[in-house]
């Protein structure tokens, strides 16, 4: 028989008690807000699904130690925080010169609307909702050092009281406080100036429609329609591939250097991810008789200009939703996550 996941969470007498299959069905509702936590935390995708991994296994080995002083659901929390710390002390690089996160990966918009966004216990619909999840987001995030770090995201983003961050991180209140002033300034200083407000609903035509016009102009290699859609700070890059480019002109001929413009066969598939516009890009491959993944750009807006573009590799094709190949006519199979809105060709 299945085990309910709308049980009551458990208390200090029972949890030690419970078998493995019901504390993992206790476990398992809370996964999606706590890979999102550790994502924000680590701001790879694949370092958060490990480290949720390893919370699971932690909590399970130290489940008697479970006190119900607070929620099993905050219990976890401390535990994926401990994690993304302990991992962030063993191998993470720091950002490199001008802003650069080569780790980041791309988070999936249709794992975002797993979240509880109807429970009003649940940071993470809010949290979303303060764009804690876009790419700019991350990236500021991944420049502060990692008690700071995790200071802020509880504190800011998860609400969570002073007095509860100092107990996780063992510290005095006076301490967090003073790490979240830190926190907070180093993400005024990494943090663009304008933040983007595209959350692709109906009343947002006119950044859908840029998007429109810039995958059309990508197709055809029209250099001149793409800089009129740049503003003249864009930024650009394409992790894990060091380079960032910032200015509009740096930009275009950093693209151009790279074989852009005798590029032929292109199309664009409209999509979304991390809360942000994005297209994902193929191109025709004729012995496979198919359009083939290339690279997805994720779109910042500001202002009716794109203000940044952060290019993704065709490895993240298949955790997107995205389809691995399309045929000649450019259509997506019905149903097809991520193809969305049809595709300009």
């Known amino acids: 028989m299945s085990v309910d996941t709308r049980l009551e969470e458990p208390s200090v007498s029972d949890l030690g008690e419970v078998d493995e299959p019901t504390f993992t069905a206790l476990a398992e509702r809370h996964r999606r807000e706590l890979h999102v936590h550790c994502y924000r935390m680590l701001g790879s995708f694949d370092d958060a699904e490990d480290t949720v991994q390893e919370t699971f296994l932690r909590a399970w080995r130290r489940r008697e130690t479970f006190e119900g002083r607070s929620t099993f659901r905050a219990w976890l929390y401390r535990i994926a925080t401990n994690a993304c710390l302990d991992l962030l002390a063993k191998r993470r690089p720091e950002p490199a010169t001008g802003g650069e996160v080569l780790w980041l990966q791309p988070y999936p918009d249709r794992l975002l609307d797993e979240l509880p966004a109807d429970d009003a216990e649940a940071p993470d619909a809010l949290a979303v909702a303060q764009e804690t999840i876009e790419l700019a987001y991350l990236v500021a995030v991944q420049h502060l050092a990692p008690r700071p770090r995790a200071a802020l995201i509880l504190r800011d983003v998860l609400g969570w009281p002073a007095k509860d961050v100092a107990e996780l991180l063992g510290d005095t209140v006076n301490s967090v406080n003073s790490a979240l002033q830190r926190a907070r300034a180093g993400m005024r200083e990494h943090l663009p100036a304008e933040r983007q407000d595209w959350t692709g609903g109906e009343g947002d035509a006119e950044a859908r429609e840029l998007v429109r016009r810039f995958t059309e102009a990508t197709v055809v290699t029209d250099i001149e329609a793409i800089k009129s859609m740049l503003r003249h700070d864009v930024r650009s890059s394409m992790p894990p591939t060091p380079g960032l480019c910032a200015g509009r002109d740096a930009v275009v001929n950093d ?66 939703g995205l389809p691995e190949r399309l045929p000649a006519d450019g259509t997506a199979q019905s149903g097809t996550p991520g193809a969305r809105d049809g595709a300009a060709s």
């Open 255 to 320: 693209w151009i250097e790279d074989g852009f413009e005798g590029m032929h066969g292109l199309l664009g598939v409209p999509t979304s991810v991390n809360r942000q516009p994005a297209v994902a890009f193929y191109l025709w491959r004729e012995q496979e008789d198919a359009y083939l993944p290339l690279t997805i750009d994720v779109l910042r807006i500001t202002g009716g200009a794109i203000t940044e573009i952060v290019i993704f590799h065709d490895d993240q094709f298949p955790r997107l």
